[in-house]
């Protein structure tokens, strides 16, 4: 079984400044990874996902996430927020070895950008 | 672009009564899936369906839970006697090949409030 841990519930940031958001999982089996994006009042919005290969992933509005498997980590990075990034990021794990694709879900990271 | 559509979008319920949630995934998709996320808390698989049969479910998803593709086109879940704790967001989500590096798509969510 896997398992997802968003270590932040909360992460207040001024606009223009980097932001990272933690995300580390628990899996027995080889994983693929993901970070989806809520926006108020919307859907999940895949930003970016690991498969394999290069370690350091890059997403959608200038997000990238670099995978560990040491540390079991995929964290997620900006180097330069907008007010525009204000929403509810998920880390998210699912089985790479097969099976129907069901994802596993951190409990979620609210980035509030400020002016 | 292609999307995940899904109605209502708020559905109040008094308890006891059915309930149906539709989705309409990508017409070229053909695994189905719902999760749901009671308000602050994490994004929960509850059920995966293709070929016209449930796939996968968690332990969520017990007797007073159904799912169905009545048409070809709209995916259902039904809950026959809601529970105040059932009050949820319901998210449809598809995915257009088997393995776990094909991208879900999801729908805007269903808020499910059970009075």
């Known amino acids: 079984a896997q398992s997802v841990t968003q270590l932040d519930s909360q992460v207040p940031v001024f606009e223009e400044a980097p932001v990272e958001l933690r995300c580390n999982y628990s899996?027995?089996?080889?994983?693929?990874l993901f970070w989806y994006v809520q926006y108020p009042n919307q859907g999940l919005q895949l930003l970016l996902k690991?498969?394999?290969?290069?370690?350091l992933v890059k997403g959608i509005n200038g997000f990238e996430a670099e995978f560990n498997k040491s540390q079991t980590s995929f964290h997620l990075r900006k180097p330069s927020v907008h007010i525009s990034d204000t929403a509810e990021y998920f880390c998210?794990?699912?089985?790479?070895?097969?099976?129907?694709?069901?994802?596993?879900f951190g409990a979620g990271t609210r980035l509030a950008v400020h002016p | 672009e292609p999307e995940v559509t899904q109605t209502p979008s708020h559905q109040v319920t008094q308890m006891g009564q059915e309930v149906i949630l539709r989705c309409v995934p990508i017409?070229?998709?053909?695994?189905f899936y719902w999760y749901r996320q009671i308000l602050g808390q994490k994004v929960e698989f509850l059920v995966s369906?293709?070929?016209?049969?449930?796939?996968?479910k968690s332990e969520i998803f017990d007797d007073q839970f159904s799912v169905e593709r009545p048409d070809g086109s709209n995916f259902t879940l039904k809950i026959r006697s809601t529970k105040l704790e059932d009050s949820a967001m319901y998210f449809c989500?598809?995915?257009?090949?088997?393995?776990?590096?094909?991208?879900?798509?999801f729908g805007q969510g269903t808020r499910l409030t059970v009075v």
């Open positions: 369906f293709y070929n016209n049969e449930i796939s996968e």
């Open positions: 899996s027995s089996v080889s994983v693929y």
């Open positions: 998210a794990v699912s089985d790479a070895s097969g099976g129907y694709n069901k994802l596993i």
């Open positions: 989500a598809s995915i257009r090949g088997k393995y776990s590096n094909t991208e879900a798509f």
């Open positions: 017409s070229n998709h053909l695994y």
């Open positions: 690991y498969l394999s290969g290069s370690t």
